[in-house]
């Protein structure tokens, strides 16, 4: 089985901490993704990665950078944390073309 | 930027009833797909159909395809009260960076 994890649940971090947001998939998957999810905005993509130091924009990547140093690993960072970053943090791996595989999320609180 | 658009926002049925939920998109696709997700966990891949097929079966889902309409169907049959979660679809563009962009979802609440 695909198994995709990610370093926290849940994370309780103050306005102004720099952030890491860990993202870890065993299946050799080329493409990495992070998205976050509020309610009724649905997923919003930060960023994506087709290879390891490869990374594109996604639709919200202000105050968000990424690493992928390992083609297994992938890091989201919030460089200054802010209160309007609360939210559900979703990393995903696939494939090209193919069906994505979703760590368990993890639930940030910026306070 | 979203291109699915799933429909209705939420369902709620009775055990044993049939669900069917909705997605429009706007582009031309390679696939579709649809998830589900369980209340504070990740999505879970549930069945993908590519732009050369019409209907794809999985156990109790049904999904159909109409590239004409630019649209797509879920459809759960017999429901159980397990299968309450939101579902998701997601679209697979045809040309460039392949970035699936997944719509708000359907609510669907299944009552025992």
């Known amino acids: 089985d695909v198994k995709v994890t990610q370093s926290s649940r849940y994370l309780v971090k103050r306005t102004g901490e720099k952030v890491f947001l860990e993202c870890v998939q065993d299946m050799d998957h080329e493409n990495m993704f992070w998205y976050r999810q509020d309610p009724g905005l649905g997923l919003r993509l930060i960023y994506f990665s087709y290879d390891v130091k490869m990374k594109e924009k996604g639709d919200i990547p202000e105050g968000y950078s990424v690493s992928r140093e390992k083609k297994e690993r992938f890091s989201l960072i919030l460089e200054s944390a802010s209160t309007n970053q609360t939210s559900m943090y979703l990393c995903?791996?696939?494939?090209?073309?193919?069906?994505?595989?979703f760590g368990p999320g993890t639930r940030l609180t910026v306070t | 930027s979203q291109q699915g658009e799933e429909d209705p926002q939420a369902l709620s049925i009775q055990e044993g009833e049939n669900a069917t939920m909705n997605c429009s998109y706007k582009?031309?696709?390679?696939?579709l797909q649809w998830y589900r997700q369980n209340s504070g966990r990740g999505l879970v891949h549930l069945i993908l159909?590519?732009?050369?097929?019409r209907e794809k079966h999985s156990g109790r889902l049904r999904v159909t395809l109409d590239t004409s309409k630019k649209s797509s169907s879920l459809l759960i049959t017999a429901s159980r009260a397990a299968d309450t979660a939101s579902y998701f679809c997601?679209?697979?563009?045809?040309?460039?960076?392949?970035?699936?962009?997944f719509g708000r979802g359907t609510s669907l609440i299944v009552h025992p």
């Open positions: 159909i590519r732009s050369n097929e």
């Open positions: 582009t031309s696709i390679n696939n």
């Open positions: 995903a791996s696939s494939r090209t073309r193919n069906e994505q595989y």
């Open positions: 997601a679209t697979g563009p045809s040309g460039g960076s392949y970035i699936p962009t």
